[in-house]
């Protein structure tokens, strides 16, 4: 059995926060590279295709991504891609479709190739009634050949305050192994201007469920920056949430923008948090979950040192990529439903955001492709690149300089001039043809992959991206 010492893994977070203040700025998530906004309409359905066929060649296990857009109310700080109703029949169209979407996909794989890795995200996946997710799960495996190993990852987000013991009871048996449950705050004053009131005990019993029926990991939502949020109401929910630990949690930074997210213009400017205070709210956060053991995985991620995706960063097998962090790297991901996106290859490819719009392209019978993009040769290389340094705070350059046939510092000649900035305030280093987060500049390992992104030097593509912290 391996054993965990943050000083030796590297894996440590010095929270600074005059540095983290200094460093603050707005920058991609790095779910993928090249990111989301680079998509283009002039990739289709027939590349689609032709993507698929080109990676059945190397016969990699698969990734099934499913997007439930539907939410009974609005958060108000929410930015996904969700459709609010009350109308819990338009799960059975949307499953229905779903469905017929995975009759126009599958047949495109070898039906040899495995599903290891399953998801559903919205939205709210709970938002479909038992019978309609049994249709979803039973179909998809119908039509997929998914595997049984016990390394299988099959997740869900759940919102608990619409969901039973009972729905628990029926997840684990078809299936699922993993659970996430958005939290955000305990604090009655917060839930109240976020527009969403979710009792206490309620919630833990929720997570206590998942582990009666079996599920073998829990991860748990957290917000910092919300209104009327307070050091002191925000320690009582991180203890609280931590008396039960969870096998992750997720500790998210609130994003601010009303002009892109409608339900945020709900929110007072006034009951926000300053610059100054949410960074102590930050800093309470990773003091508490420092001392209760947990890992720092990357960017809001923390998980217990013998949970799967601690132990995958020790082994130098970590992945990112629209589902976040994951232990299983050597897939393709499949997305279906209203804006999921696939990973096929070396190409990306979405579906249309708009539900009307991805409704009529599988009505029609087509692959319902908005847009994409086939990665160059720079675009991989940078791919592998970035996504070493989001995973694993570091990077052997001369090694996957080697891989790729050429020279690192004269390829990277920029973005190592950019990278001298973060060096001189001790966030990174660079010696030997190694690149690395320092202990100080692991909460800003986007910082580290920005200097290495020829996108954000394309002026003529303005691009709005989220702040670092």
Known sequence: MDTFSPAAAGLAWHFDPELLRRHDRPGPRYTSYPTAPHFHDGYGELALREAIAGSNRLGRPLSLYVHVPYCSSPCFYCGCNRVIT???????????????????????FDPAREVIQLHLGGGTPNFLAPAQM???LEGLRERFNFSTAAARDFSIELDPRFVTRADIAGLAALGFNRASLGVQDFDPDVQKAINREQGVEATLDILRACREYGLRSVNVDLIYGLPKQTLAGFAQT??????????????YGYAHLPHLFRAQR???DADLPGPDQKLALLGLAVQRLSEAGYQYIGMDHFALPEEDLSRAQRAGQLHRNFMGYTTHADTDLIGLGASAISHIGDTY???PRELPAWEAAVDAGRLPVWRGLQLDEDDVLRAEL???????????GAALAARHGVDFEAYFADGLRALATLQADGLADYAQGVVRASERGRPLLRLLAMC???YLAQPDQPVRYSRAI
């Not at 009350?86 to 495109?108: C, F, N, T, W």
């Open 86 to 108: 009350r109308d819990h029949s338009k799960g059975i169209s949307y499953v229905a479709r779903v469905l017929s979407e995975a009759d126009l996909m599958a047949p495109q």
């Open 134 to 136: 049994r249709e979803l």
């Open 238 to 251: 991180l203890e609280t949430v931590l008396r039960e630990r969870p096998d992750r949690l997720a500790v």
């Open 266 to 268: 709900q929110i007072a």
């Open 349 to 351: 490819s979405q579906n």
């Open 386 to 396: 970035i996504g070493q340094l989001m995973c694993q705070g570091e990077v052997d």
């Open 452 to 454: 290495f992104d020829r």
